[in-house]
């Protein structure tokens, strides 16, 4: 799922008439400075990143003028808010409340619902589970029959459930038919505004919120700027970007790619090509436990075709600083595996020709498994690199392909005089 920064969350507001702050994002201290001599009063400024918890961690400060505003937004802009970098910071009005709710709508995926639910409480600001865990007759839901959708009585209604005043159910009413309609015209899987607040002098107000799209619909929705269509707690690395554009436009298969780390630091890292996401992820945990860690991960299932693996496994040999390439294959594959091997076969011998020694270790299992290990074989014979090559005797045992691929990085570093 692709989630939105607060400040086009609150873009997508204003189009239905849900009051917001007045603000603007800024990239820059002085862009910072500009936007609260423009509000002309204090202001709050706030780190954009994919993180709940902001004020807690310090991505949310206040500022009595232009010159606060621009020494707050200096210490921000750079800065590590829960391990995310922060690029932008969002500089608005800071308001003067008097009371928080909350109204939102996510998917209910279960059986009963299969389908939007919309939430309205009378406690804004904290997490919404809790309160509902907590304080469950403050909360308020509804189920949504998508087809007839939200109308305002039936906001009215939800709203009154949880004792929202009723000189306010106008201001209330729009606000949830608004994140409602926010939430199907963009293709939401969640859409929520907390906390939305009443000032003191009586204004319904979002001050902040949180909008997360369906990756699968990102392409109906060019006006959101999304380049990469996945959920990212950071902006996309340059190596992911690329990948993305292996799989924006051909649908055979997977080909996902994702950088653990923004550049590596010290030894042990290899880059890992997964099949299959579960069996995966064990040999994720082997490599850890033998003190080497992954640069990417990245997975090809889903019978992807071979142009398609071939350039995954390019933009993984990429990957500055790598020591080896593992192929975790710790699955009965039921696609057509020899489309991987002539994959690797033609990435390797662009990538690894110079590269003398370098540690390969692929385990490869299913539908045609004994005709990609000769491709494999014959392809690689006399490329320079240390290559082994297992079968579906393995696939449940991820711990010796890790010790294998832990002993081919150790000769690696021995032949180069790295300790």
Same mark, same amino acid.
């Given at each position: 799922?692709?989630?939105?920064?607060?400040?086009?969350?609150?873009?997508?507001?204003?189009?239905?008439?849900?009051?917001?702050?007045? =603000?603007?994002?800024?990239?820059?201290?002085?862009?910072?400075?500009?936007?609260?001599?423009?509000?002309?009063?204090?202001?709050?400024?706030?780190?954009?990143?994919?993180?709940?918890?902001?004020?807690?961690?310090?991505?949310?400060?206040?500022?009595?003028?232009?010159?606060?505003?621009?020494?707050?937004?200096?210490?921000?802009?750079?800065?590590?808010?829960?391990?995310?970098?922060?690029?932008?910071?969002?500089?608005?009005?800071?308001?003067?409340?008097? %009371?928080?709710?909350?109204?939102?709508?996510?998917?209910?995926?279960?059986?009963?619902?299969?389908?939007?639910?919309?939430?309205?409480?009378?406690? @804004?600001?904290?997490?919404?589970?809790?309160?509902?865990?907590?304080?469950?007759?403050?909360?308020?839901?509804?189920?949504?029959?998508?087809?007839?959708?939200?109308?305002?009585?039936?906001?009215?209604?939800?709203?009154?459930?949880?004792?929202?005043?009723?000189?306010?159910?106008?201001?209330?009413?729009?606000?949830?038919?608004?994140?409602?309609?926010?939430?199907?015209?963009?293709?939401?899987?969640?859409?929520?505004?907390?906390?939305?607040?009443?000032? %003191?002098? @009586?204004?319904?107000?979002?001050?902040?919120?949180?909008?997360?799209?369906?990756?699968?619909?990102?392409? #109906?929705? *060019?006006?959101?700027?999304?380049?990469?269509?996945?959920?990212?707690?950071?902006?996309?690395? *340059?190596?992911?970007?690329?990948?993305?554009?292996?799989?924006?436009?051909?649908?055979?298969?997977?080909?996902?790619?994702?950088?653990?780390?923004?550049?590596?630091?010290?030894?042990?890292?290899?880059?890992?090509?997964?099949?299959?996401?579960?069996?995966?992820?064990?040999?994720?945990?082997?490599?850890?436990?033998? /003190?080497?860690?992954?640069?990417?991960?990245?997975?090809?299932? /889903?019978? *992807?075709?071979?142009?398609?693996?071939? #350039?995954?496994?390019?933009?993984?040999?990429?990957?500055? +600083?790598?020591? +080896?390439?593992?192929? =975790?294959?710790?699955?009965?594959?039921?696609?057509?595996?020899?489309?991987?091997?002539?994959?690797?076969?033609?990435?390797?011998?662009?990538?690894?020709?110079?590269?003398? +020694?370098?540690?390969?270790?692929?385990?490869?299992?299913?539908?045609?498994?004994?005709?990609?290990?000769?491709?494999?074989?014959?392809?690689? %014979?006399?490329?320079?690199? #240390?290559?082994?090559?297992? @079968?579906?005797?393995?696939?449940?045992?991820?711990?010796?392909?890790?010790?294998?691929?832990?002993?081919?990085?150790?000769?690696?570093? %021995?032949?180069?005089?790295?300790?």
């Amino acid at each position: 799922m692709v989630r939105l920064y607060e400040y086009q969350g609150k873009q997508l507001l204003k189009t239905t008439n849900i009051s917001v702050p007045q =603000g603007d994002v800024a990239s820059t201290p002085e862009e910072a400075r500009k936007v609260a001599e423009k509000i002309g009063k204090p202001v709050v400024v706030k780190a954009q990143v994919w993180a709940t918890g902001r004020f807690k961690a310090g991505g949310i400060k206040f500022a009595n003028n232009p010159d606060e505003a621009e020494k707050v937004a200096r210490e921000l802009i750079g800065a590590q808010i829960k391990s995310i970098k922060v690029e932008k910071v969002l500089v608005e009005e800071k308001l003067d409340i008097e %009371k928080e709710f909350y109204a939102g709508v996510i998917v209910d995926t279960s059986r009963e619902v299969s389908g939007p639910v919309i939430m309205f409480s009378t406690e @804004g600001g904290v997490d919404i589970e809790q309160v509902a865990r907590e304080s469950p007759e403050k909360v308020a839901r509804m189920n949504v029959d998508y087809l007839r959708g939200v109308r305002s009585y039936d906001a009215s209604e939800l709203v009154l459930k949880v004792g929202a005043p009723r000189h306010l159910l106008t201001p209330l009413d729009a606000a949830v038919c608004g994140i409602y309609e926010i939430f199907t015209k963009y293709d939401a899987r969640s859409a929520e505004i907390n906390p939305l607040v009443l000032t %003191k002098d @009586g204004k319904i107000i979002a001050a902040d919120c949180r909008v997360v799209v369906d990756d699968s619909a990102i392409y #109906r929705h *060019p006006e959101l700027g999304i380049t990469v269509a996945r959920e990212f707690q950071r902006e996309p690395t *340059p190596l992911e970007m690329v990948a993305w554009m292996i799989e924006e436009g051909d649908y055979r298969g997977n080909a996902f790619f994702s950088q653990m780390v923004d550049k590596i630091e010290g030894p042990g890292y290899v880059g890992y090509h997964g099949i299959g996401g579960g069996g995966a992820i064990l040999g994720v945990d082997a490599l850890n436990r033998r /003190g080497l860690k992954i640069a990417n991960y990245s997975d090809s299932s /889903g019978d *992807p075709t071979a142009s398609k693996v071939y #350039r995954l496994a390019k933009t993984i040999l990429a990957i500055p +600083g790598i020591e +080896g390439y593992l192929l =975790g294959g710790f699955i009965v594959a039921n696609q057509e595996q020899w489309h991987h091997a002539h994959a690797l076969v033609k990435a390797f011998r662009e990538e690894l020709a110079d590269k003398p +020694g370098y540690p390969v270790v692929l385990l490869i299992c299913g539908n045609r498994e004994k005709e990609s290990h000769a491709i494999l074989k014959e392809g690689l %014979k006399d490329l320079p690199i #240390r290559c082994e090559i297992y @079968g579906s005797e393995y696939v449940f045992n991820p711990d010796f392909i890790a010790e294998r691929m832990r002993a081919l990085v150790d000769e690696y570093r %021995k032949d180069r005089g790295i300790a």
